[in-house]
């Protein structure tokens, strides 16, 4: 089966009182007969992160956890999949845009 096409995106934001900040976003994959990777990593190039960023990876992340960690009867329909996966972003009034 082909690969995922890879995605890579490099990204500076430039601010008049800091040296600026790269961000670097990989997402990647492939098809096998056994089943689907998907791999995505995001590298930070720079001083220091904003805090906005941080909070939002943060977030994102717990997500991610919960999901992987989570039990669900069979019949589970994906919203609820999906709510368990951005509760963190619900609960600071956030989401995925």
């Known amino acids: 089966m082909p690969p995922f096409h890879t995605v890579s995106f490099i990204g500076t934001v430039f601010n008049l009182f800091a040296p600026p900040l790269i961000l670097h ?12 990777t998907d791999v995505t990593r995001t590298f930070f ?22 999901l992987a960690r989570a039990v669900f009867p069979d019949g589970t329909l994906e919203t609820a999949l999906d709510y368990a996966t951005r509760q963190h972003l619900f609960n600071a009034g956030l989401d995925y845009k």
Do not use: C, F, H, N
Not at 25 to 36: C, E, K, N, P
Not at 45 to 52: A, C, L, N, T, V
């Open 45 to 66: 190039y720079g001083s220091e992160p904003d805090p906005e960023w941080v909070d939002r990876y943060t977030r994102v992340l717990m997500g991610k956890i919960d």
């Open 25 to 36: 976003a990989v997402d990647s994959g492939g098809q096998y007969l056994d089943g689907t």
